[in-house]
């Protein structure tokens, strides 16, 4: 437990660094009209600090940056979100004032005005991520070794692929697993298609078949491609490049490409838990993102989640000013979109 002067100075030292990206040392903390210590006080706090874990020293420097370990006390004990600037209100309000006629114009503003207000990256899971679900699973032999998998939505989409058949197994044993398949997997929502394929009936599907797991692979990829037609919206995918811990172009690289893989955005952005949701640094089970921090809310309409709003940026992040931003969008999100659920 931290003591009240080790939560001010570690407050002090997060809200500094955030601002300008360079290590704190004591005497400039000492410096602060809210720091009433003298510098020799706030050195021996901030090696405390170290110590246990929530601060870091870098090698080329005296002064102390915070580590995940801080960051995450900072988030869960130290900030608060409310209030909104005058000028993101003024944005917020245009914003909702605006009469926009499809609801993919509606998503794609919400990403562009969340990146321009954060200066981070935005993705937005548009409504249909979650509403469109599985009814009807049909695979059309061509020949022996080719098919056709048809997916048909409950909003009426249809997707037909073309598909090898694995060889040895007959068109009457795939047969069963497509009905399997339409009596477990029905009114799913295409974002869990994947997961309940292996999760839910992989040990069901192996009691059908031998050799099974070569056409669940096919099947999933199938749902795959049905997936990346659903909406996810990127922007301020390049303000990455603005950020000082991301010069290395390397690591940067790694970022860009995992923004282009759609799939894998949608299991990081998803959530099914309400509120704010904070993961910072090796929380994000991605590598490329490792060393960044990804704030996600979800967006509910008469009691029923039906999309996620999300910020992505380095661990050096405006926790607060983020975190307010998304609180007060998911809130009032729904209030434009309800024409559409009317």
Avoid at 297 to 314: F, K, Q, V
Wanted: charged share 25%.
């Amino acid at each position: 437990m931290l003591t009240e002067r080790q939560r001010l100075i570690l407050h002090a030292i997060i809200d500094d660094y955030i601002g300008t990206a360079e290590p704190v040392g004591s005497r400039s903390l000492s410096k602060r009209g809210d720091i009433k210590f003298s510098p020799a006080t706030i050195r021996n706090e901030m090696a405390d600090l170290e110590e246990l874990g929530f601060l870091e020293q870098p090698h080329t420097s005296a002064g102390r940056v915070p580590s995940n370990k801080g960051y995450r006390y900072y988030v869960d004990h130290l900030i608060k979100y409310g209030a909104l600037s005058s000028h993101e209100l003024t944005v917020m309000k245009s914003f909702f004032a605006e009469r926009m006629s499809q609801m993919e114009q509606v998503i794609q503003q919400v990403a562009s005005i969340l990146s321009g207000l954060t200066n981070y990256t935005s993705i937005v899971l548009g409504p249909e991520v979650f509403s469109t679900t599985l009814k009807h699973l049909q695979v059309v032999p061509l020949n022996e070794r080719k098919a056709v998998a048809i997916i048909v939505t409950n909003t009426g989409q249809v997707e037909n692929r073309t598909v090898d058949i694995p060889e040895g197994i007959p068109i009457s044993e795939i047969e069963k697993v497509v009905n399997l398949l339409n009596e477990k997997l029905r009114d799913v929502p295409l974002l869990h298609l994947r997961s309940r394929l292996y999760s839910e009936i992989g040990a069901e599907l192996g009691r059908y078949m031998n050799g099974c797991e070569e056409l669940v692979g096919i099947l999933q990829e199938v749902f795959e491609s049905k997936e990346e037609q659903d909406r996810v919206f990127l922007s301020g995918a390049t303000n990455m490049l603005n950020q000082p811990e991301f010069k290395d172009v390397d690591k940067v690289k790694h970022i860009l490409d995992l923004l282009a893989e759609t799939p894998i955005l949608m299991k990081m952005v998803s959530s099914q838990s309400e509120g704010i949701q904070v993961r910072i640094g090796a929380e994000n089970n991605v590598a490329a993102i490792q060393d960044c921090s990804l704030i996600t809310a979800t967006y509910s309409l008469e009691g029923r989640n039906i999309g996620t709003i999300g910020i992505l940026g380095p661990t050096r992040m405006e926790y607060a000013k983020v975190m307010g931003i998304l609180d007060h969008l998911s809130k009032e999100l729904p209030v434009i979109l309800g024409r559409w659920y009317a």
